[in-house]
């Protein structure tokens, strides 16, 4: 019997998938709970994580004609209740604000004071206060389109919750625009689903499906969901984005009203679509591994990071300085659009504390440099996409030769390892009972990791939708985009449209 590999995370993903999860984030330093039940301390580690994120969607909506704006925390409770859909989709998670001071009460606490005249809804979402501006900003077809983004935080109040996956406040973006035809909104639903499509797989490394939600699954008050999945390591989807097409309900709600070129009042057609850091959740469980932390090099804050190994040097602070002047070359070479990011750290605490710290935390390349590097011109390299121990000594200008191309390799790397993770755990199946028994544990054993994803026929039957998800806890995870092949519903024997994809979500 081999002896078990000791690892940095414990328990492993084969033991306690959920509880792996926390202790990665833990172990990476990326959050921590907070006072307030189900909300997060989001640490500067795990902060620069979502900075790069909002930097690179950033610069991909202004590329595609958008603007930043910022819109109230606090919207009116009247405001919601124009959209009827909208507002029962959201009511049981929102945050309500009823005064606006405390005093002290009779037992020397506080208590609230000044009710306020209507109630405030803490942001669960924008469509209803944005929508508002849109109605006064608006007035004639030369006002259109409307492209505005805002990067925010936002309050829904979710019972079970779990680092950057589900909590009662987290970031995000929202997308809002306004149109003037059908056409017009629905071309842009599409593309800002491009976006985020783009923006998974060529920068987190993290391979998704588009698809189109069910009405079951659809945004409240939408006329049409679109969305991203991913296959996380554990077989279950995480729906990492979602763009809606909202028709004109939202308009007419809201009075978003444009003359157009005949000189005739017509409501807009309006869009929103958002991302949250729920993208770090995502990136976690999609490349993370039994000793913390996989950073794809695009996204991660330092490619880099140097490790000085003075405690034996003659001479330290000659070490140092060949460490800054390495770090000084690597800053001058664009990776991903931007200087590549170096760390040097020069703690005074043990040199396996140190290493495996960041082992943690990601990095895609650690540099051990001592005295005798130093003197060959080289440096000691390990790649996080690899196991920790595996090391090897490159001559300095070669490293910083190949720099460029070793990124590129592991991030297509990270990349081709989750599309084949996702393409081994994806059937067609064609049966109930095969169904069934692919989504079914087997007799006797504790609940096991996820069988994977399952794509077969179906009919559209909400009422077998909701039967399968009571039954199994699986749903639809969406109608793939493009053409269609029919076919007949195992479930039903009615003739299907197309194959869909089903599994157990986050």
């Not at 999860?21 to 709970?33: F, G, I, R, S």
């Not at 797989?201 to 991913?230: H, Q, S, Y």
């Not at 750290?345 to 504390?353: L, S, T």
């Not at 067609?428 to 692919?438: A, G, H, L, N, V």
Request: hydrophobic share 40%; charged share 30%.
């Amino acid at each position: 019997m081999s002896a078990k590999v000791k690892t940095a995370i414990t328990p492993v993903r084969s033991e306690n998938y959920p509880e792996w999860y926390q202790q990665v984030v833990k172990a990476a330093d990326l959050a921590e709970a907070s006072p307030v039940r189900g909300c997060m301390i989001i640490k500067p580690w795990g902060c620069a994580l979502w900075e790069q994120c909002q930097r690179v969607l950033d610069g991909m909506f202004k590329d595609t004609g958008h603007r930043n704006a910022y819109f109230p925390l606090l919207i009116p409770k009247r405001f919601l209740e124009k959209e009827a859909e909208h507002v029962e989709g959201f009511a049981k998670e929102c945050a309500v604000v009823t005064h606006h001071r405390l005093e002290a009460g009779p037992d020397g606490g506080l208590v609230p004071a000044g009710e306020l005249d209507e109630p405030l809804v803490v942001r669960p979402t924008s469509e209803m206060i944005i929508g508002e501006a849109f109605s006064r900003w608006i007035e004639s077809y030369r006002d259109l389109p409307l492209l505005i983004n805002q990067w925010a935080n936002v309050v829904r109040w979710e019972m079970r919750t779990r680092l950057f996956l589900r909590t009662a406040e987290f970031l995000w973006q929202e997308g809002h625009t306004a149109h003037a035809t059908s056409e017009e909104a629905v071309e842009h639903t599409e593309r800002m689903l491009d976006v985020y499509a783009d923006f998974c797989d060529n920068w987190m490394a993290m391979p998704v499906l588009r698809g189109r939600k069910t009405e079951a699954e659809r945004f409240p008050g939408a006329d049409d969901t679109l969305c991203i999945e991913a296959m996380m390591q554990d077989r279950k989807a995480l729906q990492a984005g979602t763009s809606h097409f909202l028709g004109q309900n939202f308009s007419k709600a809201q009075d978003i009203i444009y003359l157009n070129d005949k000189g005739e009042r017509t409501h807009c057609w309006t869009t929103s679509w958002g991302v949250s850091t729920r993208l770090i959740g995502g990136l976690i469980m999609t490349h993370a591994d039994d000793d913390g932390l996989v950073l794809p090099p695009r996204l991660a804050p330092a490619q880099v990071v140097i490790i000085p190994i003075t405690f034996k040097a003659d001479d330290p602070e000659a070490v140092m300085d060949y460490c800054r002047s390495l770090a000084e070359e690597l800053k001058g070479i664009v990776y991903a659009g931007r200087p590549i990011g170096v760390e040097i750290d020069d703690r005074d605490i043990r040199g396996g504390e140190k290493t495996w710290s960041w082992v943690k935390k990601g990095v895609p390349i650690r540099l051990e440099i001592g005295p005798r590097d130093m003197a060959e011109d080289s440096v000691f390299m390990a790649r996080r996409d690899r196991p920790a121990k595996e090391k090897q000594g490159v001559p300095r200008g070669t490293f910083l030769e190949t720099i460029v191309p070793l990124l590129d390799e592991m991030q297509q790397g990270l990349y081709d390892r989750a599309l084949a993770h996702r393409t081994e755990h994806t059937r067609e199946i064609d049966s109930k009972e095969e169904f069934y028994e692919w989504f079914t544990a087997p007799e006797g054993e504790p609940t096991p990791i996820h069988a994977g994803f399952a794509m077969s026929h179906f009919c559209g039957d909400r009422e077998v939708e909701e039967r399968i998800k009571s039954e199994l806890g699986v749903t639809v995870l969406c109608e793939p985009l493009g053409d269609a092949e029919p076919g007949t519903c195992p479930f039903t024997g009615q003739p299907s449209p197309r194959r869909v994809f089903w599994g157990k979500s986050y």
